[in-house]
């Protein structure tokens, strides 16, 4: 019984200290304020309000040109935004992989003349896409969000995700 309760104890500090640890890579990540740039990129994911963030970015004037990532096979309100007809130039691609690493590939290759571009994902996602796309593309990236409310059941699934993404990603070569 006591052992249980020695391993058990153990077991939670551990977590605890890998939840304090992981705060600001996950829950507080760096964002940037927007700022004039050549693009901004809407990464792939749950619609959480990312799509809207980038669109509405572009008709405030900070970029003239969104990359929607469209890793989806029948997003109606994806497929909405990539014929939709905006004031700004829409480009919609699928990227190859259909994870952060193909976005960061499509970035390379879209913005090879380019020198800024605001990235929007969600938050537990910032600080991994930051280092995946920094591997990719030279240029400045701005990093922001849509804030989603996520519960805590999300949050520990994302803590465990993310790490397991970054892992993979120390691996990966863009």
Request: charged share 20%; glycine share 8%.
């Amino acid at each position: 019984m006591r052992r249980v309760l020695i391993a058990t104890g153990g077991s939670l500090v551990m977590v605890l200290i890998a939840v304090v640890a992981l705060w600001p890579v996950y829950v507080r990540p760096r964002t940037d304020d927007p700022r004039v740039a050549d693009a901004i990129l809407v990464l792939g994911g749950a619609h959480d309000g990312r799509e809207q963030l980038g669109l509405r970015l572009a008709a405030q004037g900070y970029a003239p040109r969104v990359l929607i990532s469209n890793p989806y096979d029948h997003s109606p309100m994806v497929n909405r935004i990539c014929h939709g007809g905006y004031s700004f130039d829409v480009i919609c691609f699928d990227p190859s992989p259909r994870t952060t690493l193909g976005e960061g590939r499509e970035l390379a290759r879209l913005g090879a003349d380019w020198d800024r571009v605001i990235v929007v994902t969600f938050t537990p996602h910032i600080s991994r896409a930051r280092y995946i796309l920094g591997k990719c593309w030279a240029g400045e990236l701005l990093f922001t969000d849509p804030e989603p409310q996520l519960s805590p059941v999300r949050w520990a699934w994302d803590y465990a995700y993310q790490s397991a993404g970054f892992v993979k990603a120390w691996f990966a070569d863009c």
